[in-house]
Every structure is written in C-alpha cells, then in structure tokens.
C-alpha cells in the first residue's frame, strides 16, 4: 500500500515554539522530528533561521525520512 503524504508546516511551527520560548530563562532547545519536507509554511527557510537565533534557540533535528524507507524495504 502507499503512504499518505501529509502537508507539513514546519518552518512556521519552529517559528512558533522560538517565540514561545524567547521568555524562558536558561537554555532553550527545538528539538524537531520530521520528514525535512515543509510544503505548507507561510515563513521561508531564512526566516525561521533569523527568528531561532534572535530568540536564541538551538534546534537539534530528527530526519524520519531514511528509517520510514527502511521500514518500507526492510
């Protein structure tokens, strides 16, 4: 059977979670898990990049897509 492809938003959801933690003190870590394909995102790639730093965000990335293609082909 085929996957559905879903629609992802990533770029403005990082956005999201720089300014909802722009207020914590201490260290602030993203850590996102996805496939790496934003389709939906109203925000560009350099303006989620410029939004993480001003907020002062490190981002460590999961990428789904290589165990996704393993679990398909074995």
Avoid: M, P, W
């Avoid at 909802?20 to 870590?29: A, P, S, T, W």
């Amino acid at each position: 059977t085929r996957l559905a492809k879903l629609d992802d938003a990533d770029y403005d959801g990082i956005i999201l979670a720089a300014e909802y933690l722009k207020e914590v003190e201490g260290r602030r870590v993203i850590v996102i898990v996805s496939d790496g394909d934003d389709n939906l995102s109203d925000a560009t790639l350099e303006e989620t990049i410029r939004a993480v730093q001003l907020d002062n965000c490190q981002i460590y990335v999961v990428k789904t897509t290589d165990f996704e293609n393993f679990k398909r082909t074995g």
